[in-house]
T-cell receptor, first 113, second 111 residues
Framework: DTAVSQTPKYLVTQMGNDKSIKCEQNLGHDTMYWYKQDSKKFLKIMFSYNNKELIINETVPNRFSPKSPDKAHLNLHINSLELGDSAVYFC????????????FGEGSRLTVL | KNEVEQSPQNLTAQEGEFITINCSYSVGISALHWLQQHPGGGIVSLFMLSSGKKKHGRLIATINIQEKHSSLHITASHPRDSAVYICAVRYSSGSARQLTFGSGTQLTVLP
């Protein structure tokens, strides 16, 4: 069974559209993350979230919003997509209260045309 | 400014060689992670350490807190070790859940 799964793996869409990427973890972790990897392969935290706290990287545009229906899911919604949003988005999870090991999803490659 | 610097950016080795990848950071940390990103794109956590040394198979990670430096060593390298290796730190002063990443080291091991 995949520990952290993301869907879709590939997403091609037009500028201005709204899209979502879903993430689910079956590890029983209580903290989930979204990371963005740009064309130079540089990873950057976007959000970290558990049932107590949402931490948002201040550089993330407010067109991006995380939605967590429950502890096992953290979806990423993106409104009014722009060309610069093209990247690979990784979901990850860990156990809060520890400097815990991260488990990553396979990544979702978003291409905005 | 909190930065994580990795060296080298690119590394090509012959199968069997001993490989070292370095990571330096600027301020105090609570933990340092080494990650591996396969050519297919998936990311795997190799080590998380806050002091000393850890070993897993042919991989060894060390950290020197005073010098703010960590190394990832691969012994008897193999073409399947070809990947991007990424160092990431959790700063003591920041959120416990925020990681700052290095730019990665692209390792190619030739048969």
């Amino acid at each position: 069974d995949t520990a952290v799964s993301q869907t879709p793996k590939y997403l091609v869409t037009q500028m201005g559209n709204d899209k979502s990427i879903k993430c689910e973890q079956n590890l029983g972790h209580d903290t989930m993350y979204w990371y963005k990897q740009d064309s130079k392969k540089f990873l950057k935290i976007m959000f970290s979230y558990n049932n107590k706290e949402l931490i948002i990287n201040e550089t993330v545009p407010n067109r991006f919003s995380p939605k967590s229906p429950d502890k096992a899911h953290l979806n990423l919604h993106i409104n009014s997509l722009e060309l610069g949003d093209s990247a690979v988005y990784f979901c990850a999870s860990s156990l809060e209260g520890t400097t815990g090991e991260l488990f990553f999803g396979e990544g979702s490659r978003l291409t905005v045309l | 400014k909190n930065e994580v610097e990795q060296s080298p950016q690119n590394l090509t080795a012959q199968e069997g060689e001993f490989i070292t990848i370095n990571c330096s950071y600027s301020v105090g940390i609570s933990a340092l992670h080494w990650l591996q990103q396969h050519p297919g794109g998936g990311i795997v956590s190799l080590f998380m350490l806050s002091s000393g040394k850890k070993k897993h198979g042919r991989l060894i990670a060390t950290i020197n807190i005073q010098e703010k430096h960590s190394s990832l060593h691969i012994t008897a390298s193999h073409p399947r070790d070809s990947a991007v290796y990424i160092c990431a730190v959790r700063y003591s002063s920041g959120s416990a859940r925020q990681l700052t990443f290095g730019s990665g080291t692209q390792l190619t091991v030739l048969p």
